[in-house]
């Protein structure tokens, strides 16, 4: 599917060991109610429940650490996320620095039962304490409680006395994003289009039949429900011819081109989905083999999402991917059964000629050439993206994406977007020596695969530019949506692609750090925020 403040070393006593001794002391058995539990760490929780994301960054002076506390308590699948969680209270602490002061501040929050959802220190301030020469640094705490609460403020009043300053902060405003899986359902149709929306120039504009079919399809999208089945498509003999033509025209060039990820995947994918050339597999059985693979999904969308919706449903390992395939004009001549396209191909082929005599050349990238479709359709998910997303590494490095998308600017979701369009729809890997496609545009692509991964780059007049994976530059990337890529980026692996981009994300100015939480597929945040910006109306969510 298309779409059309970072945390600082935490150092107490000069030491990062006093952390980790003050921290062991204070925590000991329990920091926080026993219905928590506590992780020290530099990464955010895999979205893997049976383990944990990197943890192992060796201690030195730029690595991030903060002190994050999960509630292990199930959250209700039926619970409604309309509203934001219990109330949460961040304060900001201006404290001395000296041994143990962390150990005497993170008792009283288990003295008075209150649950520590993030501490974030900021860097040293050299003597900036007007009374003492003592160096100080500021201390950010979010923890559960109001400050109307009895033990909130009794809180508050024994951590007075230990910090020069305590200073309670007010929530911030941010852009609405999904807190459970459930709130997708908001957003899948707030459609820029509703699929069957054509413009003038498509293909199957005029074709009646093909567009109540489109409408069919958008209408079975728009019922879906986040926790049903997706609903089973018999598709036509006709559809799966289209499927079956554009299956024998990848599956050589696949062979050739596509990364050894993609290839493992999509043998598993014909054993247990129904992959084959004669029939087209069902979202259901695709989505189930991915999530014993990789805990993905798909979900079945009406028509093209914004940037920041899309993009919202890769936080919970949620592809929305559409239903419909392309107008079987898009094949070639010989499938159509009326006489009008042939006629509409021979005026094609002599305007060409005309360009041809005018400018001496063609302009082989052009969106009119057979096999290509300007939006994505069932070959371009179910061929392209549906086998990459049974890889743990891209499907993390996809969520990567979602995750920082989430209340994010619009100029920080435009960067994203970027950065997505550049790997998982059009990115390259270097494999044995060669380049090789794992982003879905390409393995959609027949001619365009070829351009960017063969040698001599067929199918157009330049070659194009080939750049090292690096998403700061990817997203300043500008990108055409009707030719060829001018630029793709190649990554050394997809492991390499995911460490970069999670970098990268976590260089970003976010408003919160959010890790998804798969038992119960919900969104963890680590600061009290007010979703106010850009909430789904009951219109958009009823369309």
């Not at 008075?112 to 160096?135: A, F, H, M, W």
Request: hydrophobic share 35%; charged share 25%; net charge negative.
């Amino acid at each position: 599917m298309m779409f059309g403040s970072s945390v600082k070393t935490m150092m107490l006593g000069g030491s990062k060991a006093r952390i980790l001794s003050s921290l062991a002391h204070t925590t000991g058995r329990r920091l926080v109610p026993r219905q928590s539990s506590v992780l020290l760490t530099n990464r955010w929780f895999s979205s893997d429940p049976h383990r944990i994301q990197d943890n192992s960054a060796s201690f030195n002076n730029n690595s991030h650490y903060s002190l994050h506390t999960e509630p292990a308590a199930s959250i209700n699948s039926n619970e409604s996320f309309l509203t934001d969680e219990k109330a949460r209270t961040s304060i900001l602490m201006e404290l001395s620095d000296r041994v143990g002061v962390l150990h005497d501040v993170l008792k009283h929050f288990w003295k008075y039962d209150i649950n520590v959802t993030r501490i974030e220190s900021r860097p040293l301030q050299k003597g900036c304490n007007n009374d003492s020469t003592q160096d100080t640094f500021d201390f950010y705490l979010d923890f559960d409680g109001d400050t109307q609460d009895d033990n909130v403020q009794q809180l508050l009043q024994a951590l007075k006395p230990l910090a020069n300053k305590v200073l309670i902060l007010d929530s911030k405003d941010v852009y609405w994003f999904p807190r459970h899986i459930s709130e997708l359902d908001l957003v899948a149709n707030r459609t820029l289009d509703a699929g069957v929306d054509l413009e003038s120039d498509h293909p199957g504009f005029h074709d009646t039949e093909y567009r109540a079919r489109r409408a069919q399809m958008a209408e079975n999208a728009q019922k879906h429900i986040w926790n049903k089945p997706i609903p089973r498509v018999q598709y036509t003999q006709n559809e799966k011819d289209v499927w079956s033509a554009v299956w024998d025209k990848m599956e050589g060039l696949l062979e050739q081109h596509a990364c050894k990820e993609y290839l493992e995947s999509m043998e598993l994918m014909k054993k247990h989905c129904g992959y084959s050339r004669n029939d087209i597999p069902q979202q259901e059985d695709i989505s189930a083999f991915l999530m014993e693979q990789s805990n993905f999904r798909m979900r079945p969308v009406a028509g093209l999402l914004s940037s920041r919706d899309f993009l919202n449903g890769l936080a919970f390992r949620v592809f929305f991917c559409t239903q419909y395939i392309r107008h079987h004009s898009k094949v070639g001549g010989s499938m159509l059964p009326t006489f009008l396209f042939k006629w509409m191909v021979v005026l094609y082929l002599l305007y060409s000629i005309l360009i041809t005599i005018i400018f001496c050349r063609v302009d082989s990238c052009t969106v009119l050439q057979p096999l290509y479709t300007p939006e994505p359709d069932i070959c371009h998910e179910l061929l392209g993206h549906a086998p990459m997303f049974a890889d743990r590494d891209f499907a993390d490095f996809s969520q990567e994406i979602g995750l920082a998308s989430l209340g994010a600017s619009d100029d920080d979701v435009q960067k994203l977007a970027h950065c997505y369009w550049h790997s998982v729809e059009f990115g390259l890997c270097q494999q044995d020596g060669k380049n090789k496609a794992y982003g879905a545009g390409l393995l959609s692509s027949y001619g365009e695969l070829e351009y960017a991964c063969a040698d001599d780059h067929p199918g157009a007049d330049e070659p194009p530019t080939i750049k090292p994976w690096d998403p700061e530059v990817a997203a300043h990337q500008a990108f055409p949506i009707t030719t060829y890529q001018p630029v793709y980026f190649l990554a050394e692996s997809l492991h390499d692609a995911k460490q970069r981009m999670r970098t990268y994300c976590e260089g970003l100015q976010r408003p919160f750090f959010a890790l998804h939480n798969a038992q119960n597929d919900s969104i963890h945040i680590d600061r009290p925020v007010k979703r106010t910006r850009g909430v789904p109306t009951e219109e958009e969510a009823a369309a």
